[in-house]
């Protein structure tokens, strides 16, 4: 049983997988710096100054802790969202213009084999001789 897993982890598969999901982790901490530290405070500084991830509604004050909806976080968290399907978007755009580009490539004439060549020489010898 250990082997079997052994094989299927080792597969390229498998390994492709795991390395996009580190990758896919790391492209979605840069994103969320983007949209954080750079675009959030822009569109807080353009709309009057407000900070979107401190916009929220108290719904009662019972007890020792409120009942909050903290709808600037998901006003955040949706435009983290959205900048990273488009980014994704995007990289998938560009990775289909490169295969498109490879698929159009036209293919060079694959190489005679020992064999054909034999046949030519053959042929070309018995042209000679028949004239």
């Known amino acids: 049983m250990l ?4 094989k299927f982890a080792l597969k ?3 390994l492709d ?5 580190i990758i896919g982790g790391a492209f979605g901490k840069i994103v969320t710096s983007l949209v954080n530290d750079i675009i959030m405070p822009i569109l807080g500084l353009v709309v009057g100054g407000i900070n979107f991830t401190a916009l929220e ?3 009662t004050e019972k007890g020792s802790e409120p009942i909050v ?3 600037g976080q998901f006003i955040q ?3 983290d969202f959205l900048i990273i399907a488009f980014s994704i ?11 498109k580009k490879e698929e159009e490539k036209p293919a060079s004439a694959p190489k005679p084999s020992k064999e054909e060549m ?4 053959i042929r070309d010898i018995l042209k000679e001789k028949a004239n």
């Open 57 to 59: 509604y108290v719904l």
């Open 3 to 6: 082997e079997e897993f052994k």
């Open 118 to 121: 034999l046949l030519s020489e």
């Open 17 to 21: 997988l795991a390395v996009g999901v």
């Open 77 to 79: 968290t949706t435009f």
């Open 69 to 71: 909806l903290r709808y």
């Open 89 to 99: 978007f995007m990289f998938i755009k560009v990775l289909t213009k490169f295969k």
């Open 12 to 14: 390229g598969n498998v």
